[in-house]
């Protein structure tokens, strides 16, 4: 899903991750967003990418708050340089993101064609003990992630 290369049908390529792997950083973000907004379809022709998300670790937590919430630009000592992504994406951090270097930065739903797969349909069972009238239940369904296209998606190998 993310790659340094993705084959278009019009035998040209496409990437949604940097050669060098950045970890995040300032310089990464700002890679990601000039990334996105040179995204190409199947023709060749540009497309308006939104960048929403920005999701990470909880290890990255501070770090993310100081490069998007912060007026100065945090790779500068001159406290006078703006910080030029300041407000351009909202921070999700997660538990179960486990690599300190894994980053990604998401476009919004509708831009995205990633989506949920349902497998087997819910099959929820039941049962009564009449002896003691406690309900028992047990559930199960299958899902899976399928992906048509992951342009709208850009990060670290992780």
Known sequence: MIATSHVRMDNGSWSNRNSSDPGLSYL??????????KTVDERGKY??????????????MFLAAELFQSSA?????NPGVINSIKGKLKIHTSPYITSTTAWWV??????TAIGLRMGDPPKLERDTDVRTKNLV??????????VYDSKGWWGSAG
């Open 47 to 60: 497309g308006k990418l939104s960048p929403e998300c920005l999701i990470t670790g909880v290890e990255n």
């Open 106 to 111: 998401t476009c919004g739903k509708k831009q």
């Open 73 to 77: 630009n945090p790779n500068q000592a």
């Open 28 to 37: 990464g973000v700002q890679q990601a967003l000039i990334d996105l907004a």
């Open 137 to 146: 239940m047990t559930e199960y369904m299958s899902f899976g992630l399928k």
